[in-house]
């Protein structure tokens, strides 16, 4: 009798390890998921902010020059407004 007890108690002990060594374990994939998802999230807004920097031009509002978008100030007049000025798509 006391032999059986003895084997359900640690029968109890051993499943509530094991549900806790499976959250854990879930616990740790979800998150190093979740990492790696960012970083190629973020991988992939540097590579879309590259081409979409080449590709847009700002005019400046007083003298109408066009300048890459990464400058701040107009290079002619250095008025600090812009006007971006997106590509014409071909349809």
């Not at 006391?2 to 094991?18: D, R, T, Y």
Request: contains cysteine; proline residues 5%.
């Amino acid at each position: 009798m006391s032999g059986s007890i003895a084997v359900q108690i640690i029968g109890v002990f051993f499943g509530l390890f094991a549900v806790i060594v499976a959250v854990v374990l879930w616990f740790t994939r979800k998150m190093s998921k979740d990492r790696v998802d960012a970083e190629v999230r973020k991988k992939k807004l540097d590579v879309y902010d590259k081409h979409f920097g080449e590709m847009v031009t700002v005019e400046c509002p007083y003298c109408k020059t066009l300048y890459p978008a990464d400058k701040e100030v107009c290079p002619n007049c250095g008025a600090q407004t812009q006007n971006i000025r997106y590509p014409n798509l071909p349809e």
